[in-house]
């Protein structure tokens, strides 16, 4: 045997040699890869509102695959390019569902080159029925302004007296009011601030609103407060007749009236004046009747 012929003969053992390698490295189909927390994406959330339900179990919904296939294949897979969907598109009554999900492979693996088991081999959704309903709001006044200022709540404004709020019927169901609760103590200026509001249930307990949307997060609130100030009331007396104001009684009733509006206009007051009388048109005990005009600002 020559040389030339016993090179070529070598040359030829290491070529199958390394194709035989090959074969069992990469190609052979006994090779299988565990993938973990891979993340289950759920479609067709938009059908389940056609139905007047929601999706409850809003967890990331994670599973492991075991693939099984060629080195070759398996080796192109990660937990990054593999991708898991559920079909939420069936669901048409609220209550627990256990939904099977597909496996879709990058490209560059051919269709049935692998397979998979699949742990857990369904993901579980919780649906309820979805309900929507407007709730009032109510406010309530804690503390108290000074004993020299006055707070007017029949006065007060909300600007929105309703809420509307969606969610989980049952949940839903078991609120009846939006709560808001102001801090009056010391206050000595007119409120006008926005709010968050607690959604209670009629025995005013708070009710877990994880699940429930509503139309606004806060509510503006005005609430005047006004300074209070007693102020005497007079009348101006007019001489004539032979009678003067020192010779004259007047009683007024009320002797005094409780006013209130801002801090420097009713500083600038000590007295409330009624009006005039002319004494030359008094011949006899009178009684008359003034109507009270207040400043602007009282």
Known sequence: MTKSKLGSLLLAFIIALGLWMYVRAY???DYDQTFYNIPVALEGK??????????LSD????????????????????????????????????????LTYNIIYPGDVPTGAVSAEKDPDRVTVIVARKKTKEIPV?????????ADYIKDTAAAELDYSFVEITGPEEVVDRIVHAAITIDCEGVTETIYESYRYELQDAADVPVDAGYITTN????RVYLPVSMVKKLPLTVTLIDGGGATEDTTTVQIEPKEISVSGSEAALNALTELNLGTIDLSQITEDTVKEFEISLPEGV
């Open 59 to 98: 967890e990331d919904y994670v599973v492991n695959l075991k693939v099984h296939g060629s080195r070759q294949d398996v080796s192109k897979l990660n937990a990054g390019n593999i991708q898991l969907v559920a079909d939420l598109s069936k669901i048409t009554e609220p209550g627990e569902h256990k």
């Open 216 to 219: 606004v997060s806060e509510v």
């Open 46 to 55: 938009a059908m389940l509102t056609d139905w007047q339900l929601m999706l």
């Open 27 to 29: 190609v052979k189909t």
């Open 138 to 146: 109510e406010v309530r006044y804690e503390g108290d302004v000074p």
